[in-house]
């Protein structure tokens, strides 16, 4: 906790950046965003949002290149399964993506899988799989990327909701414009976590509570159905938190219509006393993520969720244990060679005096057949020289068309060559983006200047720059 953490929270109408030093929040700042930009929980526009996130580290001064970032639960699953003890106590990712396939409602071809380990005992081990469709952090990610971010962490809005309130037993409603979640906490663990979207513009106060309280009463008898010794106790502390929290009236009336005491939230971070902490509460369970659990496996049988969902394409390329230990071997060979290297430098040395004479008399062979050599590129530097000089205008207005068209859209052309009957040119969008390189390869072919325009084969999801082919119109 001592060091600079730098959380995001993304909304369907809303951004929050929070950053944290020394175990307190020192800076929040938060943004509206056009509805066009996130649709139906999903980023319909990158290249937006992107713009977005810049315009809030630029105005807040919370600027990081990595920073934790949340994932909405909207259309994500996630599901205790029961997998069966291996050999050796290890739970191999084959094990739980069988046990998740046999419950997991939706296609796992279609979502990214992240897991953990959250109870053992018995002849079983509990485990958290969380399933969030690939579209949704693939945008995620395209969008952090441009605006400079290069993530190397994120989580479930519903799993850090659970850090931030930082208790065993715990019925959270985290309300938000487009949508709200709703989160059952038993021994510190989410048993139930759902997302669900709603339109509350147009209800009145009463209509929106009853809403919430009906599907509040549905999910908490899904997990009593399904827990018929151990429903949830009617004691269990109720957290109101998200950007709604701040509508008193419904605040106010929500409680008693759910008939659970409702507490204020008091998370395990120093936060100033003006800082609306309910509707930062996703920033700062992401900011507590990584902590020490205060729970063990051994001990008590089960641990919080601590899941990374950050696919492992995206993740940056570690030393693995086996490439650390050749490295180890690799330095103490060498500690090992050098005492006799010290021994072979003074052979080294005597025979310097023989190698200087070797190297006057061999230099100067090279001189001579360089000399030779070098007649035939004059006549090649000749040779391409009449060919340019024929081309007339033609060479001028192709570097005319190719830089301006560059300058139009912020690519950087690194290098041309005119070859008369074709042009190879590299180039690279500022900043890195696949839609301005698209752009910059439509408006070459739209120039009229050129016969085909060849980009470079798209062996990657998003290409960003590369080498151009151009054959010069007739």
């Known amino acids: 906790m001592a060091k600079r953490i730098v959380t995001l929270e993304i909304d369907t109408t809303a951004i929050r950046f929070m950053e944290t030093s020394g175990g307190r929040v020192v800076k929040w700042a938060s943004l509206s965003l056009e509805p066009t930009m996130v649709e139906d929980g999903v980023i319909s526009d990158p290249r937006a949002l992107s713009a977005a996130v810049r315009q809030l580290m630029d105005s807040s001064g919370i600027k990081a290149k990595d920073v934790i970032a949340s994932v909405s639960g909207l259309y994500s699953v996630s599901r205790i399964v029961a997998v069966s003890n291996p050999p050796g106590g290890v739970t191999t990712p084959e094990a739980v993506l069988e046990a998740a396939t046999d419950i997991m409602p939706l296609p796992t071809d279609e979502l990214y899988l992240s897991w953990q380990l959250i109870a053992a005992g018995g002849g079983a081990q509990q485990v958290l799989v969380v399933g969030v469709p690939r579209d949704v952090i693939d945008a995620e990610m395209q969008a952090l990327r441009a605006a400079g971010i290069n993530s190397r962490t994120l989580e479930l809005k519903a799993i850090a909701l659970v850090r931030a309130v930082n208790k065993e037993q715990a019925l959270i409603l985290n309300i938000e414009p487009s949508s709200f979640d709703i989160v059952i906490?038993?021994?510190?663990?989410?048993?139930?976590?759902?997302?669900?979207?709603?339109?509350?513009?147009?209800?009145?106060?009463?209509?929106?509570?009853?809403?919430?309280?009906?599907?509040?009463?549905?999910?908490?008898?899904?997990?009593?159905?399904?827990?018929?010794?151990?429903?949830?106790?009617?004691?269990?502390?109720?957290?109101?938190?998200?950007?709604?929290?701040?509508?008193?009236?419904?605040?106010?009336?929500?409680?008693?219509?759910?008939?659970?005491?409702?507490?204020?939230?008091?998370?395990?971070?120093?936060?100033?006393?003006?800082?609306?902490?309910?509707?930062?509460?996703?920033?700062?369970?992401?900011?507590?993520?990584?902590?020490?659990?205060?729970?063990?496996?051994?001990?008590?049988?089960?641990?919080?969720?601590d899941i990374n969902l950050l696919p492992e394409t995206y993740k940056a390329w570690k030393l693995s244990a086996k490439q650390i230990y050749f490295a180890g071997a690799v330095i103490a060979a060498i500690a090992l060679l050098f005492p006799l290297y010290q021994m072979t430098a003074g052979a080294m040395d005597k025979t310097a005096d023989l190698q200087a004479r070797y190297n006057i008399l061999n230099n100067e062979l090279l001189r001579r057949q360089l000399e030779i050599k070098n007649r035939e590129p004059l006549q090649k530097a000749i040779g391409e020289y009449n060919t340019i000089a024929n081309m007339g205008g033609g060479f001028t207005e192709d570097l005319r068309v190719i830089n301006s068209e560059a300058d139009r859209l912020g690519v950087q052309v690194e290098s041309v060559v005119h070859q008369g009957e074709s042009i190879t040119m590299t180039c690279q969008t500022e900043p890195e983006s696949h839609i301005v390189f698209r752009e910059y390869v439509a408006s070459l072919e739209e120039s009229g200047r050129f016969a085909t325009v060849t980009p470079p084969s798209e062996k990657f999801a998003y290409i960003t720059g590369g080498t151009i082919e151009l054959e010069p119109a007739q």
């Open 185 to 305: 906490v038993v021994n510190g663990i989410p048993e139930v976590m759902r997302t669900l979207a709603w339109q509350p513009d147009g209800l009145t106060v009463e209509d929106r509570v009853e809403h919430l309280a009906m599907n509040l009463e549905m999910i908490v008898g899904f997990y009593n159905s399904h827990h018929p010794d151990t429903p949830l106790n009617p004691a269990t502390p109720f957290f109101i938190t998200g950007q709604m929290s701040r509508d008193l009236d419904l605040v106010e009336k929500l409680p008693a219509r759910v008939g659970y005491p409702i507490e204020s939230l008091a998370p395990p971070l120093e936060c100033p006393k003006h800082m609306p902490v309910s509707q930062y509460a996703v920033n700062i369970g992401l900011a507590l993520k990584g902590r020490t659990p205060a729970k063990s496996l051994e001990q008590d049988g089960y641990v919080p969720p």
